[in-house]
């Protein structure tokens, strides 16, 4: 299974730099990221090998370039996201996760979702979105770039999670939210 339409969260981005992965990532497939992500007023960084801090190029730069492509969310479609999610349980998602998952809820494109973030992994179950998303390590595996990952980057961390929001939304006897919307 080779994945050619990506949306990356942030973490992803990081991890894929400090793995020395983006360049040819970015290659392989055609890499699009949430708004808010790329227009982040701070920049990016991550540690190398030496442990010096490296600085992440502008990703506005980027989009220019045609290196990556945005994707917005619209506001209707970030209020029905923030209607979707459980109050209860959304908190720390920040906007980019809420965008990023109200871009996959409404697209028509054919993305694969990719993020380390434990917190939007539960909510993948419950958002019908789990079959459209993957780890870091099987992303990279897909496109040819293998690499031993960090943990919260690995299969197995990400199926856990996976697991945990499943054991949240039985418990919670629901059907997939969204789908549910679309049924009328």
Not at 6 to 12: E, G, N, Q, T, Y
Not at 86 to 110: F, R, W, Y
Not at 169 to 182: E, L, M, N, S, W
């Amino acid at each position: 299974m080779l994945l050619k339409l990506l949306l990356l969260d942030a973490d992803i981005v990081i991890s894929a730099h400090e793995l020395e992965v983006w360049e040819n990532l970015t290659k392989i497939a055609e890499v699009h990221l949430p708004s808010i992500v790329i227009r982040k007023c701070e920049p990016y960084y991550y540690i190398d090998k030496n442990g010096n801090k490296k600085y992440i190029e502008d990703l506005r730069i980027l989009v220019q370039k045609g290196v990556v492509f945005e994707e917005s969310a619209s506001v209707s479609q970030l209020l029905e996201i923030e209607k979707l999610l459980d109050i209860a349980t959304e908190t720390g998602l920040s906007k980019a996760d809420k965008e990023a998952l109200a871009i996959m809820i409404s697209t028509k494109k054919n993305f694969i979702f990719c993020t380390g973030d434990k917190k939007i992994i539960r909510k993948l179950v419950s958002l019908d979105l789990k079959e459209k998303s993957v780890s870091m390590e099987t992303l990279l595996k897909s496109c040819g770039l293998e690499r031993a990952v960090p943990d919260k980057r690995s299969e197995k961390y990400f199926k856990r999670w996976l697991e945990i929001g499943a054991v949240d939304f039985v418990t919670q006897g629901k059907q997939p939210k969204h789908k549910k919307r679309h049924a009328k």
